[in-house]
């Protein structure tokens, strides 16, 4: 789980980043159709076009319900919506988007929720049953508090795992002693 730093001259890496992202908006028809239909802005912020897709994939992360925590555009509850019965997906942040994006789509299996704080966030995830959960909310304060909130399903995916996103670098490292962790670029899955 090291980082090791890329030897290659400057713009060889951003070529390669650049290849990579413009092959996961292509290898996915729903990422297509929304770049047609809403444009790139949608895709600020998103870990859709950094591996998402293909790493939940390889990992097999799936199953009946994911807890998404961090919404943005909701493009990452899109992709999950593929793979799951249904999306719980969390933010605290209000987008009007979200829901016409899935709509254009067809996708009606995703429950955008926006909370006002954390604790009713908190209250919200309670009692909820989940077999999975994406954190991908605010890394800098809430990495912790949202990892004790959906720990109990045992299968965690994580985004912004490298060192200069601190709290979600040190925490994965941690849970490398009490479960396995499978890495891919910034994303990290821990499973119990």
């Given at each position: 789980m090291?980082?090791t730093?890329?030897?290659r001259?400057?713009?060889?890496?951003?070529?390669?980043?650049?290849?990579?992202?413009?092959?996961?908006?292509?290898?996915?028809?729903?990422?297509?159709?929304?770049y047609r239909?809403?444009?790139p802005?949608?895709?600020r912020r998103?870990s859709?076009?950094?591996g998402?897709g293909?790493?939940i994939?390889?990992v097999?992360?799936?199953?009946?319900l994911?807890v998404?925590?961090?919404?943005?555009?909701?493009?990452t509850?899109?992709?999950?919506?593929?793979?799951f019965?249904?999306?719980v997906?969390?933010?605290?942040?209000?987008?009007?988007?979200?829901?016409?994006?899935?709509?254009h789509?067809?996708i009606?299996?995703?429950?955008?929720?926006?909370?006002t704080?954390?604790?009713?966030?908190?209250g919200l995830l309670?009692?909820l049953k989940f077999?999975a959960?994406?954190i991908?909310?605010?890394?800098a304060r809430?990495?912790?508090?949202?990892?004790?909130?959906?720990k109990?399903?045992?299968?965690?995916l994580?985004?912004e795992y490298?060192?200069a996103q601190?709290?979600?670098?040190?925490?994965?490292?941690?849970?490398?002693?009490t479960?396995?962790?499978?890495t891919?670029g910034?994303?990290?899955l821990w499973t119990?």
């Open positions: 090291s980082e730093p890329d030897a001259p400057p713009e060889l890496i951003e070529e390669k980043k650049f290849y990579e992202r413009f092959w996961a908006l292509h290898d996915n028809p729903d990422l297509v159709e929304i239909a809403f444009g802005a949608v895709f998103s859709v076009l950094e998402f293909a790493f994939k390889e097999g992360f799936g199953g009946d994911c998404e925590i961090g919404t943005c555009y909701g493009l509850a899109i992709v999950l919506a593929r793979h019965k249904k999306v997906s969390i933010d605290i942040d209000p987008n009007a988007q979200r829901n016409p994006i899935a709509a789509l067809g009606d299996n995703i429950n955008f929720m926006t909370v704080d954390n604790a009713a966030k908190a309670k009692y077999d959960a994406y991908d909310g605010d890394h809430d990495t912790r508090s949202d990892f004790d909130l959906v109990r399903c045992g299968n965690v994580f985004h490298w060192p601190t709290p979600v670098w040190n925490l994965v490292h941690e849970l490398a002693m479960g396995k962790i499978k891919s910034k994303l990290a119990s």
